[in-house]
């Protein structure tokens, strides 16, 4: 059989012949399937390239995913915030760049549906994170933390020393070289200052006075610091705290009670004493001082003009000292608060809300104003809080000196003052760490105009002097209604190195909390009042002659809400 090769069965090549070609039906039916395919291909080409040009709602959502993750990725390490709305977030971080500077990070959205969510870096160009957004709400998740201040409270006025009753009557012509005065000692209160006392100050002092002849005289009622000299006896020092005149005019020719109110003396510790000095200011005989020769103790004097002192243990002048004493009082609280997440809702697109709660490891205060230097570099090319202004400037405006600048330490050579002006209206803190080298002059003098309402504010001022002993002394002054300074705290015996000096005002109670070298001294009252002036900024300066290092300073508002 042709084409039937040898042993082959007959079967198999049946079935070759029958697979040579197919039928016309066959082939109608392929070609109608063939066709139906291509169209089904079309169709799915066509749906892939639609959904290529327009992203689904999934794909939106991975979009504000991949957004919040960026937002949260920088965000969780932020050290300070600047501004904090539901469509903004701008925050410091550590240097990112290189520069050794703090740089600043800010994502915004304008609130138009379709608008871009923008980043700028350090002020620059907006860069789109994600495109076509249809809302966005940033809520701040703030934890408050209490911090509470102790207070004092005042005592009535009372009687503190009294020497009346003469056993030997004696009579002091105050003169250019001889000079009378008072040792005056809590321990010689009677009675004595209450346990729970915590400072006193003199009010008031009563003596007997007569003129010498003529009445042109002048003397200097005085309040003196001591010292101790070699025997340990207690002797006036060159340290006058506060003095008023006394003209030989209002004495008459036998002695009459003399009274001096001390409307603004300071408050001195519960172990602290002063002297009473009654020294000549003009025409040399001045008057006579009554005291007693024979009874008493503490009278001292000069007849030297102050160059060299005598203490009497057996002698005192006629008269009684008025003072009042501080005790604590109920403590005040200030709330501070800290940013410590931030909960941010984000849509795109056609995708549906995507919802991060962004955790901040650092937790910074949130603050309506913000200074801080440590006089690395040029302290007026700062602008820690992102302001677009320097935050410190020279008080004359010239160019900053940075010769003065030495490993991170100014030494002052012309005051600097806060910049931009701001009235420090809510809860502020001031803290500076500085150090006075040479014992001339009143050493560093800061002073912080707080609290601006219209043309009012308190004034307070911080000086840091060096004594002769090598350690320093920290006082803080406010400035009352009638201009002059008073002393709220004095702080003596401290080191000579770098002392830290943290102030903070409560505006709502007219307090202000002071720390000294980390040690609370309490919260004082403040007075305001109408200083002639719209200085609405600390000024960082220091007394004449003197050699002042200030290590760091800064200045913040909290936002209280």
């Known amino acids: 059989m042709t084409g039937l090769r040898s042993g082959e ?57 991949v957004a919040l993750q960026q937002l949260a990725d920088e965000l969780q390490f932020a050290i300070h915030v600047v501004e904090q709305t539901d469509k903004v977030i701008e925050f410091a971080v550590a240097d990112r760049d290189g520069d050794n500077l703090t740089d600043l990070i800010r994502y915004e959205w304008s609130g138009v549906a379709g608008a871009a969510l923008v980043r700028t870096f350090n002020q620059g160009s907006a860069v789109d994170v994600v495109p076509n957004v249809q809302s966005l709400s940033l809520a701040a998740i703030v934890n408050t933390k209490d911090e509470e201040f ?36 809590p321990n010689m209160f009677s009675p004595p200052l209450p346990s729970n006392a915590i400072s006193w100050r003199p009010t008031k002092l009563k003596f007997e006075a007569r003129k010498d002849g003529n009445d042109d005289g002048e003397m200097w009622l005085q309040l003196r610091q001591t010292a101790p000299d070699m025997s340990g006896d ?82 005192a002048i006629s008269g009684e000292l008025y003072g009042k004493w501080l005790e604590p009082g109920t403590p005040i609280t200030l709330t501070r608060r800290y940013l410590t997440g931030l909960r941010a809702v984000l849509q795109t697109g056609n995708g549906g809300d995507v919802t991060s709660q962004i955790q901040l490891l650092n937790s910074p205060e949130l603050m309506t104003a913000f200074w801080d230097v440590d006089f690395s570099s040029d302290p007026t ?20 000196d940075t010769g003065s600048l030495s490993a991170g330490v100014w030494t002052i050579d012309y005051p600097l003052k ?58 803080v002054h406010h400035v009352t209604s009638g201009g002059l300074e008073e002393l709220l705290v004095r702080t003596p015996g401290l080191s000579s190195g770098m002392v830290t000096v943290r102030l903070v005002t409560l505006p709502d ?42 290590d760091f300073a800064s200045l913040r508002e909290s936002d209280s809400e």
């Open 234 to 315: 207690e002797l006036p020092t060159s340290n006058i705290y506060m003095q008023q005149k006394l003209y030989e005019t209002s004495l008459t020719s036998n002695y009459t009670w003399q009274t001096w109110t001390m409307t603004d003396s300071h408050w001195l510790g519960v172990s602290e004493d002063l002297a009473v000095v009654f020294q000549e200011a003009a025409n040399d005989k001045a008057g006579y001082i009554h005291y007693d020769g024979g009874g008493g103790a503490g009278r001292v004097m000069t007849t030297a003009s102050g160059a060299s002192w005598t203490y009497n243990s057996d002698r």
């Open 9 to 65: 069965p007959r079967r198999l090549a049946t079935r070759r012949a029958l697979r040579r070609g197919y039928s016309i039906l066959e082939l109608v039916v392929a070609l109608s399937a063939s066709s139906m395919l291509l169209v089904g291909l079309a169709s799915t080409m066509y749906v892939a390239i639609k959904i290529a040009e327009t992203p689904t709602a999934a794909q939106d959502v991975y979009a504000s995913s």
């Open 381 to 400: 090319l700062v602008d820690a809080n992102f302001d677009g202004v320097g935050d410190w400037a020279r008080v004359d405006a010239q160019a900053f």
């Open 509 to 550: 109670t007219n307090q202000v909390n002071v720390k000294v070298a980390g040690v609370d001294q309490g919260a004082w009252t403040y007075q305001t009042r109408t200083p002639g002036h719209t200085d609405k900024y600390v000024r960082l300066d220091k007394g004449t002659g003197s050699t002042v290092e200030v």
């Open 418 to 475: 806060s910049t931009p002006n701001e009235d420090f209206d809510d809860d502020s803190t001031f803290e500076i760490s500085a150090r006075h080298t040479n014992t001339v002059g009143a050493g560093l003098e800061a002073t912080w105009n707080a609290e601006w309402s219209g043309s009012t504010c308190g004034t307070l001022i911080v000086r840091m002097q060096l004594q002769a002993n090598s350690t320093q002394t920290v006082t």
């Open 150 to 185: 102790p207070t004092t409270q005042e005592s009535a006025e009372t009687l503190f020393w009294s020497h009346t009753t003469l056993a030997n009557s004696n009579d002091w012509r105050t003169n250019t070289t001889q000079w009378i005065g008072q040792y005056i000692h």
